[in-house]
């Protein structure tokens, strides 16, 4: 034994990085459209309504297409397939950044929805194939805690893109036809001369007398329409004084969200300042306190940013074809030794990948009562685990009046226990498989998280500090991830070869129950926004979600014809 020990590869270790890597890749070009949205609508002339279409768009073809792309991977190989899936939403990615409309956007979003469908069945697939009974659980958390780590990288390194393709250097002007909404800016441009604000008060000082008629007749007309003669001289002007002046009050900023360079510019002091640097700055307060009336200077940089990601796309599918083969047996730098740890304990028909499957297995996938089940506990899981993420910064403010600053760290510490929640889940899981059985490996961290981020959602409706909301909320998160890895090994032990089709649709279930949240939340909250409401909805998600998961059982394998479920022979790959 110890002769196997020493000589053993560790070729499935490469593997499951490619595909964490994939899953980081997954979620920085899915979240990257959210933060970019607000240049897109400025330059493309979007309303809120058309946004919210592109942003849901997503979860539609997403949600659709998962067992069909799941099915794929399992009929044509993983390797071949998952490396065109994350080609073709690199290029649409990419294809983003060249819209001209509403129409083409939501083209290139459904498009980019249908490839990333294939991603988490197919790595299912590749997980199932590669790792032992006893490490299913590990390695589904490590290509979970990919895509947080996907979704907490978005917002920064969309950020600092956007920021790099807008550098400093360029100019920071207004251009022609940069006011949005002249009548609304104008309207409350004066009404905070007014108020005396200082920002409004120096700026209206110093502008010409023809400057200040053209504001009150805008504020005046409703019908304006942008790209007068008036305007143009008011933008004109307006330039000389962001370019000049010091403008930066720090009491008419508190609690106002600013641009990323913003904040780094008001750490620099006011004498130390470029030209440059003064007038980038001044613009971004002028876009803060007209957010939606000014086009933001750092909209161009948006296109960019998606070509850039698409192009990092291109490089991520090589590395992941370089590594990846469709099974063990197929990888020339897996040694028998390893072969032989990855095959322990499965059934002989389930080593052989040599042969592929027939069509989608519906009818076998209608039949399974423990898939239901864990269906309906995925659908239930994302009703009561949204909220972290639509109504959570909401709640803190309207409830405890928490500032801006420290509502974002609240909010970003409760999601970020749910990575640890992942990898504690993928190792208990791992754990309970060598110590009690495969069902209760799989039943107890499932069940187990979900009533106890229940109990979680009941403490948030009794009197307390806005620190201990916090901590119920990082329960909810953490008990949420704890149980996905045992939900991942679950499908992959009643699928066989099937494991694409099989997440897949507990996948797609999934989805729906997210797609469902947002409105079923609005409907329970109300106007007058009830949040005990919401917590008790939430935690009866979370109840039907322990108790459905009670039942599962991955003895209750996808019983599939061997007529519809294997063709002929290929030759295996190399």
Not at 192 to 216: G, H, I
Not at 510 to 532: E, K, Q, R, S, Y
């Amino acid at each position: 034994m110890s002769s196997v020990e020493s000589s053993r590869s560790y070729v499935r270790y490469r593997v499951i990085f490619a595909c964490m890597l994939m899953a980081v890749l997954l979620y920085l070009d899915r979240f990257c459209i959210s933060f970019a949205e607000v240049f897109i609508k400025d330059e493309l002339g979007l309303t809120d309504h058309q946004i919210g279409i592109l942003l849901g768009s997503f979860f539609v073809s997403y949600a659709l297409c998962q067992v069909p792309s799941g099915w794929f991977s399992d009929r044509f190989g993983a390797r071949k397939m998952l490396t065109l899936y994350i080609l073709m939403w690199s290029l649409f990615t990419a294809l983003t950044g060249f819209a001209t409309g509403f129409i083409m956007l939501l083209i290139f979003r459904l498009g980019f929805g249908l490839s990333q469908a294939g991603a988490y069945p197919t790595s299912a697939n590749i997980v199932s194939k590669w790792m032992p009974l006893t490490e299913r659980g590990f390695a589904s958390s490590m290509v979970t805690v990919g895509g947080r780590i996907g979704g907490a990288l978005a917002p920064v390194l969309t950020a600092f893109l956007i920021i790099l393709f807008v550098p400093i250097s360029e100019s920071s002007d207004l251009k022609p036809g940069a006011l949005l909404q002249p009548h609304q800016l104008a309207s409350t441009f004066l009404k905070r001369v007014d108020e005396k604000q200082t920002f409004e008060s120096e700026v209206y000082a110093q502008l010409p007398p023809a400057d200040q008629e053209f504001l009150k007749s805008a504020a005046a007309d409703p019908e304006i329409l942008p790209g007068s003669a008036e305007e143009d001289k008011f933008i004109n002007d307006l330039n000389q004084i962001l370019q000049n002046a010091s403008l930066y009050n720090p009491q008419e900023y508190e609690g106002m969200k600013l641009n990323q360079q913003a904040e780094q510019l008001l750490t620099i002091n006011s004498a130390d300042m470029t030209p440059e640097e003064k007038s980038r700055l001044n613009r971004l307060l002028f876009e803060a306190r007209y957010y939606n009336d000014v086009r933001k200077v750092q909209g161009q940089g948006w296109r960019k940013m998606m070509m850039t990601y698409g192009v990092i796309g291109i490089f991520i599918a090589a590395i992941f074809w370089w590594i990846i083969r469709d099974y063990p047996r197929a990888h020339p730098s897996c040694s028998e030794q390893e072969l032989e740890l990855i095959e322990h304990g499965r059934l002989e028909e389930d080593k052989d990948h040599s042969k592929q499957i027939g069509g989608i297995p519906f009818k076998a996938i209608a039949m399974n009562k423990s898939l239901w089940l864990l269906s309906l506990s995925q659908f239930c899981t994302n009703v009561g685990w949204l909220f972290l993420v639509t109504w959570l910064p909401r709640y803190l403010d309207e409830t405890y009046r928490v500032p801006l600053e420290t509502r974002g760290k609240m909010v970003t510490f409760a999601l970020a226990v749910g990575w640890f929640g992942t990898l504690s889940g993928g190792k208990v899981t791992d754990w309970l498989m060598r110590r009690i059985s495969l069902r209760w490996s799989r039943v107890l961290p499932i069940a187990l998280s979900r009533f106890t981020a229940m109990a979680a959602y009941l403490v948030c409706m009794l009197d307390i500090s806005p620190w201990t909301a916090v901590a119920m909320f990082s329960i909810v998160a953490f008990s949420t991830d704890f149980g996905s890895p045992a939900m991942w090994a679950f499908n992959q032990d009643i699928a066989g070869k099937h494991v694409g089709s099989v997440l897949g649709w507990g996948n797609m279930w999934g989805n729906l129950g997210a797609a469902v949240a947002p409105v079923l939340m609005i409907a329970v909250i109300g106007l007058d926004h009830h949040w005990n409401n919401a917590f008790i909805t939430c935690a009866f998600a979370f109840l039907i979600a322990g108790v459905a998961s009670l039942w599962v059982d991955p003895a209750q394998t996808l019983v599939v014809e061997t007529s519809e479920e294997e063709t002929e022979t290929e030759t295996p790959e190399s």
